[in-house]
């Protein structure tokens, strides 16, 4: 973006969504794991095998997430640069995502450096099935208490576990994606209540979490009362329930 001497658009409050939608909370849906990620609770599981020391957690774990935010950074701002404009978003809108990463990607880095980005496209989702499938049947098993050393003890839970993820191939991707942000975010901010109990139970500055907790149930009671695959109210009455949420939530914290 540097070398090419691509601009960043002036940064205003201006909604140039070409489908109308509002900023919020579609805006704080959409941007899912580059921002906060409830997925990546669920890999305690298969974190806590990976490495050998619990000192090593705060590098790796967290360290994976601050890469992640880099790299939606990095996509966001290519994005903003290369498609300049709402004409150019309108251009874009309603195809495959994947027209818009082959696009910026060949622009940008050629058809060698394309080929690698795209890789990397594929590739992510490939490792997050499999990181999301593996840390579903730990937990699983951890919860049930099923030894996972016999190879049938795995079998027995993966089987059902891969036929659910066929099942849902079936289903329209933008409906499955959307579902996934939402739930994403809400398994956030259920991780962000834990944290912030758990802080407070330990005497610690709890509001590090608290104030993120009280925004994203905001943002998810709001998303799913309004979104088109939730409960479909107006955007007053869907907020209004999900500033209502965070305040229940509040006080009875």
Known sequence: LIVKGYNIPELTLTNLHPGGKSIFPYLFITIACGAISGFHATQSPLMARCVEHEREIRPVFYGSMVAEGIIALIWAAAAMAFFHGEPQLQALYGT????????????????????????GVVACPITSGDTAFRSARLTIADTFNIKQDPI???FMIAIPLFAVGVALTFIDFNVIW???AWSNQTLAMIMLWTGTMFLLKTNKNYFITVIPA???????????????EGFKLSPAIGNGIGIAAGLIFTVIF
């Not at 990463?101 to 890789?119: D, K």
């Open 152 to 154: 049938k003890n795995r």
């Open 96 to 119: 495959n995502p994947a027209v818009g990463v082959q696009e910026m990607s060949v622009a940008l880095l050629g058809s060698v450096g394309a080929g690698l980005a795209i890789l």
């Open 178 to 180: 959307r579902y996934f």
């Open 214 to 228: 009280i925004f994203m149930t905001v943002v998810t009671f709001s998303y799913i009362m309004q979104a088109p």
